[in-house]
């Protein structure tokens, strides 16, 4: 059984920070890409950024370039979102998902296999 659970959501103002954890357990993910989505109110869902589990490579939207940060620890099976000057823009429900088809890194939700539940972040203007 593959799981996926995020945690670190919550209530920021605008400019502040906020690190999300996805720890994922069930199986050996450490060959494939894990990646984080985004999805606010009556909005599809966006791709974020992801990261090469094996290498460490990653990938950003452009909307979150330079602001957001993806990083990975393969011993806790766990990646991480920092995101740093949050604007009310970003508020959505965040999803971890993990793609086990190595083709790169894929932007579409539908090219990820498994998500996780989904984590509450909301940022106040």
């Known amino acids: 059984q593959v799981q996926l659970v995020e945690s670190g959501g919550g209530l920021v103002q605008a400019g502040g920070s906020l690190r999300l954890s996805c720890e994922a357990s069930?199986?050996?993910?450490?060959?494939?890409?894990m990646g984080w989505f985004r999805q606010a109110p009556g909005k599809e869902r966006e791709f974020v950024a992801a990261i090469s589990l094996s290498r460490g490579t990653t990938r950003h939207a452009d909307s979150v370039q330079g602001r957001f940060t993806i990083s990975r620890d393969n011993a806790k099976n766990t990646v991480y979102l920092q995101m740093n000057s949050l604007k009310p823009e970003d508020t959505a429900v965040y999803y971890c998902?993990?793609?086990?088809?190595?083709?790169?890194?894929?932007?579409?939700?539908?090219?990820?296999?498994?998500w996780g539940q989904g984590t509450q972040v909301t940022v106040s203007s």
């Open positions: 069930g199986r050996t993910f450490s060959s494939y890409t």
């Open positions: 998902a993990v793609d086990t088809v190595i083709l790169g890194f894929r932007t579409t939700p539908g090219a990820y296999n498994y």
